[in-house]
């Protein structure tokens, strides 16, 4: 029995790592909205480390690294 449950932790625990290793990414700016997504070096969101805009055309402009710790803004267009 601890030879079949072995397998079925560790591929477990190396989904969890995966998943919770990923940055959190913003939700996809609606239609016909301009959006801004501000990536911060951490919680305290003092140090922005890179953003992302997407205009009301859908063209997109990216500087920085992305991080766990974000604003997300939206405004129609």
């Known amino acids: 029995m601890i030879r079949r449950l072995l397998p079925a932790t560790v591929l477990a625990v190396a989904a969890v790592?995966?998943?919770?290793?990923?940055?959190?990414?913003?939700?996809?700016?609606?239609?016909?909205?301009?959006?801004?997504?501000?990536?911060?070096?951490?919680?305290t969101r003092t140090t922005v480390v890179?953003?992302?805009?997407?205009?009301?055309?859908?063209?997109?402009?990216?500087?920085?690294?992305?991080s766990g710790y974000i604003d997300f803004y939206e405004s129609p267009c």
């Open 17 to 43: 790592t995966v998943v919770t290793a990923s940055p959190a990414e913003a939700r996809a700016c609606k239609i016909n909205h301009a959006c801004a997504t501000i990536y911060y070096g951490d919680s």
């Open 50 to 66: 890179g953003e992302k805009y997407e205009d009301c055309n859908g063209a997109v402009d990216m500087w920085g690294v992305r």
